[in-house]
Every structure is written in structure tokens, then in C-alpha cells.
């Protein structure tokens, strides 16, 4: 039997790797410089993955009920 919170556990487990993506995304923007372009770009992927990933935690956090 699958336990009812399954799906609610394999989001959150996703988004926290996306995050760490995301905070060594912008360390690598760090190394190469933020004035740089390689840097802002890297800065940039590293905000949206944050966001996004924030957004999905919070959403995931506030629907949970749906799935007991």
C-alpha cells in the first residue's frame, strides 16, 4: 500500500534538490562574477529555480489535505 502522503513527500524531496540546485547555480555566478555575463546569467537561473521552487513547497504545503 502507498501511503497517502507519497506524493506530498516526493515533491518536497524534488523541490529541496531543485533548491540546492539553485543556491550552487549562484555560487557559480559568485565564481565567475556577477558583473560578468556568464554571471548574471547563472544569477538569474538561480532566482527563477528558487522561486519556483518556493512556490511549488508552499502550494504543495497548502493542498496536502486533498491527499488524506
Known amino acids: ?3 497517502d502522503d507519497a506524493w ?3 515533491i518536497m524531496i524534488s523541490e529541496r534538490q531543485t533548491l540546492q540546485t ?3 547555480t549562484m555560487a557559480a555566478a559568485e565564481t565567475y562574477g556577477l558583473d560578468s555575463p556568464v554571471g548574471q ?3 538569474k537561473t538561480a532566482a527563477y529555480l528558487e522561486r519556483v ?5 508552499e502550494s504543495a504545503n497548502r493542498w496536502r489535505t486533498l491527499l488524506t
Open 1 to 3: 500500500m502507498i501511503d
Open 22 to 24: 539553485a543556491r550552487a
Open 8 to 10: 506530498y513527500h516526493a
Open 41 to 43: 546569467r547563472l544569477a
Open 53 to 57: 521552487s518556493l512556490d511549488i513547497m
